[in-house]
């Protein structure tokens, strides 16, 4: 009961005028970037993490939450309209949003889109708020060494997701650790990996390598394009018409697509969010294969099905609530945007694992809160405000645009620590990852392992030390119940993949 | 020897982060053992443990990437542009300017250096100038002025 008064106190704060301003901002900043093709909501909220520094956590959490839910939705927006999904989770809206758009009724896509990102959102964050209590009693049993088995599951969980690219993922954690130690030692006062450099000595601070990772590899990436080929796709949006009216879905849209389908591929898109590494990308497929298969019109898939778009849109917003499940209660993050949003509470001082929900859940309450909020506010800002000017943001002129974002992300990274030396970092992480992404190396395993690598060092060693160097304290129960499930999980998800790869 | 087999991206990207995890590796070892006196694991355990890790990982990469065929130019095909070499220069070079003439100088040159070669072509010059100076005043103003961040 303490624990959802906790979090119903965080409802009080956001609808403080200056919080709830800041959450719509953050909600259409979110918006903004999802939509232009090239852009995430994780880029966004790297680019804000500079700017948290100035402002209080409850503002920070308000934007970053906004950001979050908008930029799952929004990517919706382009996918419909010109078959080019603004984020990843999207993938599938395409599918049958872009039929339904050269039928001339991509209005009523966008707006199905809307609707159902709205309504898996506040599921999500329901069925979050539901979890909250389990999550706080369950985080309360962890000790030090199963601390320590957590992180490494969720490392081996994230690698085995990755398929046949498990080793780059584990040995981009590696590096990601690697960044971390180079500083001042963990327990004893001597300097590792400094080279009597008295820079290095400060380390290479999580921000820098985030900026680097996610916001300068993303410009340099986006550089390999031609503005030729992005002009010819973006004057294909010209003569496109969206009116007001036409988003309102009607009543027998609602009876086609039917309750269930909304709520069961919200429950995946839950359940899958709150699997360490999976993402929206991943509950979309899940949910929209699972609603063919349900479906009583199964040859409609692929062919403009609103309920195919329902299915993949309520499932990836519903991702957000299940993504901060593993964040909040033991400090893993559940996508690449949580990776993010949990260094953005590392920027207020909120240690990553399961203290958060056990001592700092007033903290961070207000973030179930603003998530809600934005899951709301998407109907009457989508449906009847912004949602015909939308697709006019793919227009933006991209020089002027990624011009601007590379100079805000090296000066965030100025901002954030007063280091030039962490600059140089960053713009070094950006350069590696440029080289790495392209040959498929995922960044957000590298993030996790600068975030993560000190705390399982600090959770590793802390257990030998207390055990005498008996590795036998990683068999208590808290510890083994991690261990065991992750055998179990790479066992299940390499069966699923071998099926997957037979059936291709 | 099929020389193009070893000097494929799938085989040199894993190679060039294995030389780097055996330097890492040696620094490591150099700091001492991995247990001190009091029976404590020392600052490096941890560091050398995944930088064993690291290098068998870089090992079965690098043979993974050897077992795959080659593609016909994959060797001569470009590894990256001269656009891309000049703007990962313009971000070393606003470092660089940052620390002699101070922010508004260094972000209206890295701002107009990086919308010219970020276009197809070197066009619109004095329109990308005015736009540059219109980025650099917007991010001073959010962050000097709205945020608080002191610029030296």
Redesign the interface.
């Known amino acids: 009961m303490d624990t959802l008064i906790q979090i119903m106190s965080g409802f009080g704060v956001v609808f403080q005028p200056i919080n709830f301003l800041v959450t719509l901002l953050g909600f259409i900043i979110g918006l903004v970037f999802a939509i232009i093709p090239g852009l995430t909501a994780t880029v966004a909220i790297v680019l804000l993490m500079p ?1 948290t ?2 402002m209080t956590l409850n503002m920070g959490l308000c934007m970053v939450m906004g950001i979050y839910m908008a930029g799952m939705y929004a990517g919706s927006v382009t996918a419909i309209t010109i078959n080019i999904p603004g984020a990843p989770s999207s993938s599938m809206t395409g599918k049958d949003g872009y039929p339904l758009m050269q039928r001339g009724m991509g209005a009523k896509a966008i707006g199905h889109a809307s609707f159902a990102s709205a309504l898996g959102g506040a599921i999500g964050v329901l069925l979050l708020i539901l979890v909250s209590p389990i999550a706080v009693k369950a985080a309360l049993l962890v000790k030090t060494p199963g601390k320590a088995s957590l992180v490494l599951f969720a490392f081996i969980t994230i690698c085995a997701l990755e398929g046949k690219g498990w ?2 993922a ?2 981009f954690i ?2 990601g ?2 960044f971390s ?1 180079v500083g001042m ?4 006062p ?1 300097s ?2 400094t080279f009597g450099t008295v820079s290095l000595m400060e380390g290479i601070d999580f921000i820098s390598v985030v900026i680097g990772a996610f916001a ?1 590899s993303e ?2 990436m986006q ?2 394009l ?3 080929e992005y002009q010819e796709v973006s004057a294909a949006v010209k003569d496109i018409k969206i009116k007001r009216r036409d988003f309102i879905p009607t009543k027998a849209d609602f009876k086609e697509i039917g309750l269930l389908a909304y709520m069961k591929s919200s429950l995946i898109g839950f359940f899958i969010g709150a699997l360490p590494g999976a993402g929206g990308a991943l509950a979309s497929f899940v949910a929209y294969a699972e609603g063919k298969r349900g479906s009583k019109h199964p040859e409609k898939y692929g062919n403009g099905s609103l309920q195919g778009i329902a299915c993949a849109e309520s499932a990836n917003n519903a991702v957000c609530g299940g993504a901060m499940v593993p964040m909040l209660a033991f400090g893993i993050p559940g996508d690449g945007v949580t990776a993010v949003v949990l260094g953005v509470l590392m920027v207020y001082g909120i240690v990553p694992g399961p203290d958060i929900m056990t001592r700092q859940l007033q903290l961070v309450s207000p973030m179930y809160a603003a998530l809600l909020v934005s899951a709301v506010l998407m109907i009457p800002l989508s449906l009847m405000l912004f949602g015909p000017y939308y697709i006019k943001l793919v227009r933006i002129n991209r ?2 645009l ?3 974002i ?3 992300a ?2 965030g990274a ?2 954030a620590t ?1 280091s ?1 030396f962490q ?2 970092a960053s ?1 070094g992480v ?2 590696i990852m ?3 992404r392209k ?1 498929k ?1 995922p960044a957000v395993t590298l993030i996790l392992g600068a975030m993560l690598g000190p705390l ?2 600090g959770y ?2 802390r257990s ?2 207390i055990s ?2 008996n590795m036998a304290v990683f068999l208590q129960p808290d510890s083994m119940a991690f261990l065991l499930l992750t055998v179990i999980f790479v066992f299940f998800l390499g069966k699923a993949q071998k099926k997957g790869a037979s059936t291709k | 020897m099929d020389i193009q087999r070893f000097l494929h991206k799938k085989v040199m990207i894993p190679f060039v982060c294995m030389i780097f995890l055996l330097g890492y590796l040696g620094v490591g070892l150099s700091m001492g053992p991995l247990f001190l006196e009091s029976g404590l694991s020392n600052e490096n355990f941890i560091p050398v443990i995944i930088a064993v890790i690291g290098i068998a990982l870089c090992i079965s990469i690098m043979i993974d990437g050897l077992k795959e065929p080659v593609e016909a130019g994959a060797s001569s095909s470009k590894v990256i542009g001269l656009k891309q070499v000049i703007l990962f220069a313009d971000f070393f070079l606003f470092i660089g300017l940052y620390k002699l003439i101070g922010f508004i100088g260094a972000a209206f040159v890295f701002t107009f250096l990086f919308m010219l070669f970020f276009d197809d072509k070197i066009t619109a010059v004095v329109k990308k100038l005015i736009i540059s100076a219109i980025i650099t005043g917007f991010v001073y103003i959010l962050y000097a002025l709205i945020f608080g961040v002191r610029f030296n």
């Open positions: 700017m520094y100035s080793k780059k584990m040995l590696i590096l650790m690697i130690t030692g963990l327990f004893n001597t590792r990996f300068i410009v340099l550089s390999d031609s503005n030729k020089i002027v990624y011009s601007a590379s100079l805000i090296i000066t100025y901002a007063s030039v600059m140089i713009a950006g350069v440029y080289f790495m040959e190396y399982f060092e590793f060693r030998l030390s005498g160097n």
